[in-house]
């Protein structure tokens, strides 16, 4: 059988990063121009400590709104961060990682919890089909190997098959699947 993918393998590589003490506002940029819903913030050994979201970012505009007052640090609008996934995880234990945690992404960590990259949802679902798909093709190509016959694919071979198969060996090799 084919192995669950780890989060290595459909995770992105950590382009940006943030840190407590950068600006909000500088922050908020920052997010906007990534293209991703949020940004990890680190401490200054690259260990991950929080998360900058887009709905943090969304909160902290309100509350600036409705207090008319702005600024401030990443570290005083950002999310804890409760829920990380280690780069060597397989991707069903990532999935379970999003599914008790309400972030669309999760900062990549390895040794001590320093970063490496970021993982979405989409991510790991792309990453778990494409999976599937591989094992399908597996047991399709077992399938084939055990039966001793290929399906044929065109009808030169499918003339060639009805020619030189008993009648139980063509029910084997043309049955549904």
Known sequence: MVEVPTVRKCM??????LKVTDDMRQAMRVLIGEHFPAIPVVDDDNRVVGILSEKNCLQTICRWA??????????????????MVKADMDLLAAATEFISCNFVSLPVVVDEDRLVGAITRQDVLTGIR??????????ERLHAAKSGH????????????????TREQLASIFKSR
């Open 12 to 17: 992105k590589s950590a382009k940006q990063s």
């Open 66 to 83: 409705n207090e008319q007052v702005a600024g401030g640090t990443v570290g005083d609008h950002m999310s804890p961060l409760l829920h």
């Open 130 to 139: 494409d999976w599937h798909r591989a094992q399908d093709q597996e047991l």
């Open 150 to 165: 290929e399906r044929p694919s065109t009808i030169a071979e499918m003339q060639r098959t009805l020619g030189s198969h």
